[in-house]
């Protein structure tokens, strides 16, 4: 069964900058997209973007272009979210999740997210 484990969320302020890993694990776990989502109580969960199994590609939604970069290091299996400019607004649950298409061309960042991590809390004071 595959982990998602993540780290980095906290209480920052506004303005500052915040790195959140995701590490995966798990027997059998192969690269495949990945993408970062976010939610606040009583909202739907947002989807902020995803990254390709090797890297290749990033897509970012329009609530972060400009503010965020999405990265990975599969030697570490793990996925980053660098989140800059950091405001109020983004006070939410960040969650990292992965498809279940492993090590292929297959690129389709809003398809559905089969493993997913517990959520890292980011609080932004104003």
């Known amino acids: 069964q595959i982990q998602l484990v993540e780290s980095g969320g906290g209480l920052v302020q506004a303005g500052a900058s915040l790195r959140l890993s995701c590490t995966a694990s798990?027997?059998?776990?192969?690269?495949?997209?990945m993408g970062w989502f976010r939610q606040v109580p009583g909202k739907i969960r947002d989807f902020l973007g995803a990254?390709?199994?090797?890297?290749?590609?990033?897509f970012y939604e329009d609530s972060v272009k400009g503010r965020a970069t999405i990265s990975r290091d599969n030697a570490l299996n793990t996925m980053y979210l660098q989140m800059d400019s950091l405001k109020p607004e983004d006070t939410a649950v960040y969650y990292c999740?992965?498809?279940?298409?492993?090590?292929?061309?297959?690129?389709?960042?809003?398809?559905?997210?089969?493993?997913w991590g517990q959520g890292t809390q980011v609080t932004v004071s104003s």
């Open positions: 999740a992965a498809q279940k298409v492993f090590g292929s061309d297959y690129w389709q960042p809003r398809d559905e997210y089969h493993y």
């Open positions: 798990g027997r059998g776990f192969y690269s495949s997209t």
């Open positions: 990254i390709s199994w090797n890297g290749g590609r990033v």
